[in-house]
């Protein structure tokens, strides 16, 4: 079946980039996502890209696609103490209703 | 806007006790809803999901059960909780539109069993 994977510690100096790497195996997927998840609460949706796109970027973050490879990753830039949180990355495909996620990746920003 | 609420946010239940957590969306409807846990602040497990009114399709055998008695409204339940049902449980739902089918979550209930 399909699978996500993701590293499960990344620590970073504040102010360095942050870089999130997850690896897909669903060659139909067509939807990629990242969530953030605070301490005790749900997961928020930070950005998502659709499969025909190559990188997509919005303030600090920036996802880039590699389909070939069927790698995705998270980029933030000038990460902050509040960035600290587990970050989830996700695929879904037009004709399933259920997206699979990765076991989440715990971003560590040290002041 | 569509939003989700999921109560209550926190309990304590003994072992043996019902549970009965709900979940509510506003701003849409016909939306898939979903239930999931995550144990230990880490990876979901989905558990339930549904496409309709009624219609609940279960992803593991378990303890637990869902209800779907209105369009927006879904209900996950037990009549004897066990230890292992301690977690975080988060409801979601999908919206099928520019976006595909972007999952939105609630906030979560915290479980604890004892």
């Known amino acids: 079946g399909e699978d996500v994977e993701q590293s499960l510690f990344l620590s970073v100096r504040e102010g360095d980039s942050s870089v999130i790497n997850c690896t897909y195996t669903d060659s139909s997927s067509t939807y990629l996502y990242w969530y953030k998840q605070e301490p005790g609460a749900g997961l928020q949706l930070l950005t998502y890209?659709?499969?025909?796109?190559d990188m997509k970027q919005d303030q600090r973050l920036t996802v880039l696609l590699n389909k070939k490879d069927k790698h995705l990753s998270l980029r933030i830039a000038d990460t902050q103490t509040g960035d600290s949180a587990i970050y989830f990355c996700?695929?879904?495909?037009?004709?399933?209703?259920?997206?699979?996620f990765g076991r989440g990746t715990s971003l560590i920003v040290h002041p | 806007s569509q939003t989700i609420h999921q109560w209550p946010a926190t309990l304590v239940q003994p072992v043996g006790s019902p549970l009965s957590l709900e979940c509510t969306v506003e701003g849409t409807s016909n939306p898939n809803l979903y239930w999931y846990r995550q144990a230990a602040g880490r990876g979901l497990q989905l558990l339930f999901y549904s496409v309709g009114i009624g219609q609940i399709s279960s992803e593991v055998p378990q303890n637990l059960s869902a209800s779907r008695p209105q369009d927006r409204q879904f209900i996950l339940s037990s009549k004897k909780l066990l230890l292992s049902d301690s977690g975080f449980y988060l409801c979601?739902?999908?919206?099928?539109?520019?976006?595909?089918?972007?999952?939105?979550f609630g906030e979560g209930s915290w479980l604890t069993v004892v």
């Open positions: 996700a695929e879904g495909s037009g004709g399933s209703y259920i997206p699979t």
């Open positions: 979601a739902w999908t919206y099928y539109g520019r976006d595909g089918n972007t999952i939105y």
């Open positions: 890209i659709f499969s025909n796109m």
